[in-house]
Each structure stands twice: as C-alpha cells, then as structure tokens.
C-alpha cells in the first residue's frame, strides 16, 4: 500500500491529500529516510512523521484494505514516540495557549500560576 493511502487510512491526516503534501514536503520519513508518496509500506516499517517543533513515531503492525474507525487503528499502528518528543508536543501545545493578546493587560493569577509552572 502506498504510504500516502496508509497514512490516511490509518487516520494520521484527515485528508489523503494532507497526507501526499506532507510526504512531498520531505516531513515523513520511512525507515529513517526521505519518503515519496508512492512508496510501498511493509510490514515492521518504522514512520516517522515531523511537526512543527516535534516528531512521531510509528511501528506498522498492518495494513487496511480501506480506511478504517478510531478503534481499529491500534491492530494496524503502534507509536514509538520517545517520551522526550511527547513533552516537547506537550510543551507546545501549552505555550501556544498561553500566548496572550498585546494590550490585554497584567495576566491574571491563574495565568500566572500557568506561566511558573511552564518555567
């Protein structure tokens, strides 16, 4: 199966298009190399997939003939993602929150409390 067809059939882009961008972009790698949006996936290939800040890593287990529901997707993928990589996404998610409008004023408490324990 090719690699753009996984990665949405697994559910990893909502679109297939998503997908073929992202691998034309050079931001999937398979096997640790540059992938192409017709390369064949195998099983036991190793994917990984670059974000803005972070990356993910998977381990296919298997392939769908079509796209399939949230439950069945862990039969078919199993993450890799060191947990470094699960903060440093965590940490991002965080920080883009707590970007505050110029002009807003002082942060409140709460905000407060957010920002020490980020720091």
Request: with cysteine; glycine share 6%; hydrophobic share 30%.
């Amino acid at each position: 199966m090719r690699i753009d067809k996984y990665l949405w059939c697994v559910r990893l882009f909502k679109t297939r298009s998503l997908a073929t961008n992202d691998v034309k972009n050079d931001r999937v790698l398979l096997g640790g190399e540059v992938a192409k949006p017709s390369r064949e996936v195998k099983e036991g290939d190793e994917i990984t997939i670059k974000y803005h800040g972070y990356s993910r890593s998977f381990k296919v287990l298997g392939w769908p003939k079509s796209r399939v529901g949230a439950k069945l997707v862990p039969d078919l993928l199993e993450e890799t993602t060191p947990t470094q990589e699960l903060e440093k996404q965590e940490f991002l998610k965080l920080a883009k929150n707590l970007q505050r409008d110029k002009g807003t004023g002082r942060p409140t408490k709460r905000e407060r409390r957010d920002l020490d324990r980020l720091l």
